[in-house]
């Protein structure tokens, strides 16, 4: 029987989840979880592949702004959803969608598309490359101790519904986006995301919990997180699971840390995705107690390499030419002349001899500045035709932030 892959209607969403769901385990998500993504789902923007009426294949993508290196947010789709029935597997139905989804970004102007991968070795064939990473901590918060800076204490910490302040904790994201490079503006009905407390997605924790942080009455910083109790004859042992922390300066972002050190009757503080430079490593008194793990988290694919270099800043002067190749989006396979610094950058076609040569692959891990021209050199991925070229466009493409995306999508 053939296949034949369409954009979803909003009548077939059901049909459509239920495989998507099927790939990843068979459990059905929570009702309110079903509602939340319907409700985001942008159905020009997604596609299932259907034999007769059965859906045997899932993708779509969001439309999102991504914060680039430089502060701007750049039109991104954020791919999402992508499952092939176990049935009909290997049988090119994910390329057939990737194919079509890439041609719609491309028509739709967007220079990037941006996704987070269940298994790192299925995207690097589109082009995607694993631009950021997450770190996870598992901190024994009975032995490692905190450095709190000045003014810790004049931070005022009280507990909140988290739906009473959502509000003022997303105006206070908002303002965090711009600062580091892979965060998400988050678009009408994601602010949502972050309330979505579904009992089946606790594992034994409590509801999500809330704690502002507020100095002079205005809001600084806040942290949601949930308690599983744990314990047995000897006494509560419980864990403290923190979801998300953001704060606007070092005070308030100590106090919150500390709170969440100190609550009683816990032992253990797991963090499941913080930046890979966050500051709480710089305040732990015993890092190696912290339970550090770190993995891939965001991959990036220019799908239009000229604007999306175009869009981010160098923090270096940087002028030379990139010999690209791009199996699946060939329109961007050549040599480019891109020339940037920290107030902006071009990039055109040219015919001048190339400097390096990479694939769009390693231009995605790079575009972040989080994995280094260099680093991806030393595997023999990227190739340096002119002495000196590779030093001048690692120093350039880097960021002084880690790259970091918060939440999945
Ligand atoms: C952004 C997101 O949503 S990430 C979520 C991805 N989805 C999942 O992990 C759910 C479970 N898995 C699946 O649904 C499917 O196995 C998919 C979507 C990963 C692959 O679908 P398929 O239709 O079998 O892929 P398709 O036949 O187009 O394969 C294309 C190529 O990718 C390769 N490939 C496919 N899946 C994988 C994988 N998991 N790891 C490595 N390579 C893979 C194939 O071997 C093939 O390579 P080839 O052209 O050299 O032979």
Redesign the pocket.
Known sequence: MTTELRELRQADWDEYYGT?EL??GGVAEAPEEHELWNALTEFDRFFGTWEGETCV?T?GAFSFRLSVPGGSLVDAAG????????T???????????RRQLDDVRAKGESLAV?????P???G?FGYGAATQQLKAEIDTTRVRLSVPAGTDDVRLRYVKPADVHEACEALYARRVSERPGMLARQPGWERLGLLDPESGRNGASPLLCVVAERDGELVGYARFRIKPEGGFSGMDSTVRLSDLEALDPAAYAALWRFLFDIDLTSKLEAYSRPTDDAVLQLVSDVRRCGIQVRDSL?VRLVEVGAALEARTYRAPLNLVLEVEDAFCPWNAGRWRLKGDLKGATCERTEDDADLALSVRELGSAYLGGVSLTSLAAAGRVRELRPGALAEAALAFGSDVAPWLPHGF
């Open positions: 998507l790939a990843f294949g993708t791919v999402t959803m992508v499952s092939v029935a176990a009909h597997r290997r049988r090119g139905i994910l390329t057939s969608m990737m996704l987070t991968a269940s298994e070795a299925i995207y064939r991959y």
